[in-house]
Every structure is written in C-alpha cells, then in structure tokens.
C-alpha cells in the first residue's frame, strides 16, 4: 500500500506540474497575442500619421509652387526672374530638407513605438524563464 501511495503522490505531482506549465504557456501565449495585436494598432496610427505629413507636405509643395508662379509671373526684367529663381530653388531645397528630417523622425519614432510592446513581452518572457532556471537549480 506504501508503493501505491507514493506512486499516487507522484502522479499527483508531475499532474499538478504539467498543469502549471501548461498554465504558464497559455499565459505566455495569451501576452504575446495581445502584444502583438498592440504593436499592429501602434503599426497602423503610425502609418496613418506619415500618411497625413505626406499629404500635407504635398499640398504645402503645391502652394509654394502656385506661390513662386504668381513671383515669376510678376517679374520685369531678366534680373527679377534671376533673383526669384535663386530665391525660389534655395527655398525649395530648404523645405525638401526639412521635410526628409521630419519624415526620418517620425519614421524611427513610429518604428521605436511598434516594437515597444514585442520587446516589453520579450523582456517579460525571459525573466520568467531566468527564475524558473534559478528555482529549479
């Protein structure tokens, strides 16, 4: 009856054991979904945003242009066109420029922002499984 009551123990043991991990890797796998569904809604604000400065750096582009016609139109002599010319060209590259380094910006920002909840789960995952190794050492 001994023997039949350590193997009980034991069966009760390993069950309870394997039912705690597979408790452990739902809970794992339950994170790691919502993680994954966080770091997508992150993904597409983000997108939506570059969209909306792409579109506004367009229609901004558009009025500069609409804007260095009317200066062209109004000018008199060789020397006008020459000067708005210059004017207009440093003015365009200065604003290509600037557009490049917001876009880079808000492209590393939004890239920054989606991996955040991948690599919090991550951390998180390999914690857990750090004191799992040390508790079973």
């Known amino acids: 009856m001994t023997n039949n009551k350590y193997a009980q123990d034991q069966i009760e043991q390993m069950t309870k054991a394997a039912s705690q991990q597979a408790e452990e890797i739902a809970?794992?796998?339950?994170?790691?979904?919502?993680?994954?569904?966080?770091?997508?809604?992150?993904w597409m604000d983000?997108?939506?945003?570059?969209w909306k400065s792409c579109a506004?750096?367009?229609?901004?582009?558009?009025?500069?242009?609409?804007?260095?016609?009317?200066q062209f139109m109004s000018c008199k002599t060789l020397n006008d066109m020459t000067e708005t010319s210059t004017r207009v060209a440093?003015?365009?590259?200065?604003?290509?420029?600037?557009?490049?380094?917001s876009?880079?910006?808000?492209?590393?920002?939004?890239?920054?922002?989606?991996?955040?909840?991948?690599?919090?789960?991550?951390?998180?995952?390999?914690?857990t499984a750090k004191k799992a190794a040390k508790s079973a050492a």
Request: with cysteine.
């Open 56 to 70: 506004d750096m367009t229609n901004n582009a558009r009025e500069q242009q609409a804007a260095a016609m009317k």
């Open 90 to 101: 440093q003015e365009s590259m200065e604003q290509v420029m600037s557009n490049a380094t």
């Open 27 to 42: 809970n794992f796998g339950k994170t790691g979904f919502e993680a994954w569904m966080k770091t997508t809604n992150i």
């Open 103 to 127: 876009l880079s910006e808000k492209t590393i920002k939004v890239c920054m922002d989606t991996m955040e909840p991948i690599n919090d789960t991550m951390s998180k995952g390999f914690q």
């Open 46 to 50: 983000g997108t939506q945003t570059l």
